[in-house]
């Protein structure tokens, strides 16, 4: 028997920090399957570039803005939802700030960087699972998707804030898989390496070599990598797995 193709036809799909990069990629590779889209991210121009770009390609998509800091934009955000869309199937929780790849050791982060770190990548993921888990309840068979780190699973100097969020994301996916789970909903993170994108320009070259070179399949990767594991979470076949932490990082790290 052949293998049957990934559809999210029918399906509403939620990215966030959608505007470009991983973000971008994963929405065009939703929209490819047929997901109908709503992009979420707190820049705007490119937010509706991106939405604009995806609609010539015949997507049904829109573009509304969020501020994952901002409580009271992640409420405004599901009210948004529910009035427009009526529903929603699916989550990807990729928004996220990565400050100082290679940078200030853990003795030289400001209390600033720190908390705004942990206020998107973390308290972010929280609010927006809060935020649409009744939807997602409501769909029957509802997927989220939580973007991680391997960093969080090997330990990365010189990065300490961005690799906490991320353990935080690892951990909140196992205790949520435990509450969501009972309500019907999945929920699973995928934890890639360093890609190259342009929200990633301004890494060392030595931090990308470094990378590249302890691959167990060399070489860089690219946002398009992920994208097709993604939208496999974002299906029924994939309730099973939910509560794991996927290494989507070509044999950087193994678990």
Request: glycine share 10%.
């Amino acid at each position: 028997m052949s293998a049957q193709p990934q559809t999210l036809a029918g399906r509403t799909i939620l990215v966030t920090g959608a505007a470009r990069g991983v973000g971008r990629a994963i929405a065009e590779a939703c929209a490819a399957v047929g997901a109908r889209l709503i992009l979420a991210d707190i820049l705007d121009d490119a937010g509706h570039a991106t939405a604009h770009a995806l609609a010539e390609m015949g997507a049904v998509v829109r573009f509304a803005r969020v501020d994952l800091a901002d409580p009271e934009s992640i409420k405004a955000l599901a009210y948004n939802i529910t009035e427009h869309e009526g529903r929603l199937d699916g989550l990807v929780n990729n928004a996220a700030i990565a400050t100082g790849i290679g940078g200030p050791m853990f003795d030289e982060i400001t209390l600033e960087t720190w908390d705004r770190v942990m206020s998107v990548n973390v308290r972010g993921i929280w609010l927006m699972t809060r935020a649409m888990a009744p939807m997602l309840e409501k769909s029957g068979h509802g997927r989220i998707v939580n973007l991680a780190s391997d960093t969080a699973l090997w330990g990365a100097p010189r990065l300490l804030a961005y690799v906490a969020s991320k353990g935080a994301v690892i951990s909140m996916t196992r205790s949520l898989s435990r509450e969501l789970g009972p309500r019907g909903v999945g929920i699973v993170a995928v934890a890639p390496g360093i890609m190259r994108n342009e929200a990633t320009e301004y890494v060392p070259a030595e931090r990308h070599a470094f990378y590249e070179n302890g691959r167990a399949v060399p070489g860089p990767q690219v946002p398009e990598d992920i994208t097709a594991t993604i939208v496999f979470l974002l299906t029924e076949g994939a309730l099973a797995l939910t509560g794991q932490t996927l290494p989507v990082a070509a044999g950087f790290v193994f678990t």
